[in-house]
């Protein structure tokens, strides 16, 4: 294939810096809120998911990585690969802004699989004195890990009336064609440097993954705040199911009340009229810690998501060398006109004993655990003077999340607070792996996904009525 050649410049970049990745992995791993059973950084911070794939026989999870420190500082791409959703190997770096026109990054893409190959798709972050330049990138994996690069972007530059913040390419193939989605910014007055004034989302077609013609924006029927990020796209029984992270969405009541946000819009993606008829949207996530969500086909076919479990910059009082995480894997269905996300049946099998409950107050004994409750939707998770709260208002229909009585507090600036309205809940689902909790109401109807940092996470307690349900330890 012309244009590419093996980037040796990676492999000599991170040999280089061994012995301090080896030494900054060694301090993270004494933390006593690492997961168990979510994929985190080993050293640095880890932000969204990328280049997600089942390739090869295994399955292939890249992510934005800043290795040497737990802060936003010059992006790579991580990579690990599983070959059941659980036991992940060593992350390695993939991807290193090696190259003049990636010099201040490698930003979030995704992979689609072309013969025999795994195409990785990015975008090459490259600053300037009036701003940036956006440019999309391509790195080609072999089936024995190899990764080439172009010697050039596949797309570079801005258009008419879009700011320089184009980012974020999402690969698919439709009737025959590839088409990439790529968020963006547009100008509703005078062009001026940084964001524009409105999020959109472009469209580009290919015949070869290699050279790309742009066709226009997408016509979308919901707020698209003011930059539109990491667009992913599935097809699950006929429907397409888009997702995309708006930035400056305005919060209305119990939504959009974190940093950023990011929504799920059923129904049909128009590529001929370069519009989404969208027979429903929501808020992907009702919790704290939640963003960047990108979805895949993973072992026979199975349409998978993960999503970054973190949200821009939050305030968290605890670091120890390491930031941040990906969430469980979640397979996603359609049923009876609402859609749905759970964790995958791998990462269920995992939590295997299982013992009935009954009880005002249950001792897990154990900081990785799947509290299923059918009973008892007001309790505490922790000890007296450092816990979290869930409760469910029959009256008001709101399910609600506190954090408000953690002794480390959390992003307080954003409130303590995190509530969602669902009609009948039936079935309460906490998964909580050390300082990661993901907690799914009626099998996935709604999410929370949230951080604490707490010194004893087993002990929870009813506040009302009795616990009933299943207690399930890895």
């Known amino acids: 294939m012309q244009n590419l050649l093996v980037d040796h410049k990676t492999n000599v970049y991170i040999e280089e810096k061994r012995i301090l990745l080896e ?3 060694a301090k993270a791993a004494s933390s006593r809120y690492l997961p168990s059973y979510h994929i985190y ?18 399955y292939q999870v890249f992510f934005q990585w800043y290795p040497f420190a737990p802060v936003h500082g010059l992006k790579h791409w991580g990579h690990t690969t599983s070959e059941n959703l659980v036991d992940w190997s060593k992350q390695e770096v993939a991807l290193s802004p090696t190259k003049e026109y990636e010099k201040n990054g490698c930003y979030s893409g995704n992979a689609i699989e072309f013969q025999g190959e795994l195409y990785l798709f990015y975008t090459a972050n490259y600053k300037t004195g009036a701003g940036k330049i956006p440019k999309q990138a391509v790195a080609i994996m072999d089936k024995e890990g190899h990764v080439r690069k172009r010697t050039e972007p596949v797309i570079d530059g801005t258009l008419p009336g879009l700011s320089g913040e184009l980012r974020d390419p999402f690969v698919f193939e439709r009737d025959g064609c590839f088409y990439m989605l790529l968020g963006g910014s547009k100008f509703a007055d005078e062009v001026r440097p940084g964001f524009g004034d409105q999020g959109v989302l472009l469209l580009y077609r290919s015949n070869n993954l290699l050279n790309w013609s742009y066709q226009g924006l997408i016509d979308l029927p919901f707020p698209t705040g003011y ?18 992270s708006p930035m400056g969405i305005t919060p209305e009541k119990e939504r959009f009340n974190n940093r950023f946000a990011s929504i799920y819009a059923v129904g049909e993606l128009d590529i001929l009229n370069r519009c989404f008829h969208s027979d429903y949207w929501d808020q992907m996530d009702a919790g704290f810690d939640f963003y960047a969500p990108q979805a895949f086909l993973g072992k026979n076919q199975q349409p998978l998501l993960y999503g970054w479990f973190g949200c821009g910059e939050p305030d968290y009082p605890v670091q120890d060398g390491w930031q941040h995480g990906l969430t469980f894997p979640q ?7 609402k859609f749905k996300r759970y964790p995958a049946s791998e990462i269920v099998e995992v939590f295997s004993q299982k013992q009935s409950v009954e009880s005002e107050k249950i001792n897990t004994e154990s900081r990785n655990y799947w509290l299923e409750l059918t009973k008892g939707f007001k309790f505490t998770i922790g000890s007296t003077n450092d816990y979290w709260e869930f409760q469910y208002d029959t009256k008001t229909k709101l399910a609600t999340v506190s954090r408000d009585n953690l002794a480390q507090k959390i992003d307080v600036g954003y409130g303590e607070k995190r509530s969602v309205r669902i009609q009948n809940l039936q079935k309460v689902d906490v998964f909580v792996d050390n300082s990661f909790v993901e907690l799914y109401l009626n099998h996935g109807e709604q999410v929370f996904t949230f951080r604490v940092f707490q010194d004893e996470c087993d002990t929870i307690a009813a506040q009302q009525g009795i616990l009933a349900g299943y207690l399930h330890k890895a």
Do not use: H, R, T, W
């Not at 950084?41 to 295994?58: C, E, R, V």
């Open 331 to 337: 397979q996603m269905q359609l049923e009876q006109g």
């Open 227 to 244: 930059m539109l990020e990491c667009p992913s796209l599935i097809q699950i029984d006929g429907k397409d199911i888009l997702f995309l």
């Open 23 to 25: 030494e900054l992995a």
């Open 41 to 58: 950084p080993q050293s640095g911070l880890m932000n969204d998911p990328n280049g997600l794939a089942y390739f090869n026989g295994k």
